[in-house]
């Protein structure tokens, strides 16, 4: 899967699009034209509410980035909008225009609990922690190899090798009895058609669900690098490609929506960067 988060892009989208669904609201309630708004908002300089129609397409944008600073400015954004939509309504009730401020109310309501989604700690850690980003990885290629394992104390242990890439390996410690900590430095070892491979690598992630590690690789000789990219063009001609990183964005986003309904994929997954 080489995209972002389906939750993040749909609600990018959302933020896209809100612009249209304004001048479909003014449409409905002041039978004005969107062409005819706009130059009347230009006519009488409010430039206040243009600037909170072009702010959505903004935010759209911060968020779609997702980067560290994304989160700040979406959120400064979002309450700009919640302070303008309750100063409307306060305006649209004195004119008695009480639909439009329920509306209003409701639109208000949305942008509220969108700001919380974002305050939820699985996605503000999604955001921060860029090691989380899966979709900047590169191509995996399944390998379910046995391989030795040498800890920071010199303990031996069996593992399985179960895919690797460019930048990693993810491993499997059947036995249980690795007990390594996030930023432990570890040497793997195995062999593969006769051929030895070794690489230094440091522990990014853990997986409970599966007893698995992610693990970068440290610095490499000019020979282990020639080595690993032989090693990734035999497995690519062999069609050992991960298979979530040749799925369709089509059948993933199908995926993902079906398991809206068993309340799955609501927030972004942190468990796919290895």
């Given at each position: 899967?080489?995209h972002k988060p389906w939750p993040i892009l749909c609600?990018?989208f959302l933020h896209l699009i809100a612009p249209i669904f304004s001048l479909l609201l003014i ?248």
């Open positions: 899967m080489k609600l990018a449409y409905f309630f002041f039978e004005l034209h969107p062409k005819a708004y706009v130059e009347l908002l230009f006519k009488n300089k409010d430039y206040l509410s243009l600037l909170l129609h072009l702010s959505y397409p903004v935010a759209a944008f911060v968020i779609f980035t997702y980067k560290r600073w994304s989160l700040p400015v979406f959120w400064a954004i979002q309450l700009g909008a919640i302070i303008f939509n309750l100063i409307f309504i306060v305006k649209a009730s004195q004119f008695y225009l009480y639909q439009l401020s329920l509306m209003m109310v409701g639109i208000t309501m949305l942008n509220i609990l969108i700001t919380g989604y974002f305050l939820l700690p699985l996605v503000r850690q999604s955001f921060y922690d860029q090691s989380l980003h899966w979709w900047t990885t590169k191509e995996r290629f399944v390998l379910e190899l046995s391989a030795k394992l040498m800890t920071i104390d010199q303990k031996e242990l069996s593992v399985t090798v179960v895919n690797i890439s460019e930048t990693g390996i993810f491993f499997r410690d059947d036995s249980r009895e690795a007990y390594l900590k996030l930023e432990d430095q570890v040497e793997l070892k195995f062999m593969l058609a006769k051929l030895p491979f070794h690489f230094s690598l440091e522990i990014i992630q853990y997986y409970e669900s599966k007893n698995g590690y992610g693990a970068a690789f440290l610095t490499m000789t000019d020979q282990q690098k020639r080595e690993l990219k032989s090693l990734l063009k035999a497995l690519k001609i062999l069609g050992l490609i991960h298979k979530r990183d040749q799925e369709s964005r089509f059948n993933d986003f199908k995926r993902w929506f079906s398991g809206l309904f068993k309340g799955e994929g609501l927030v972004p997954s942190i468990h796919s960067k290895k």
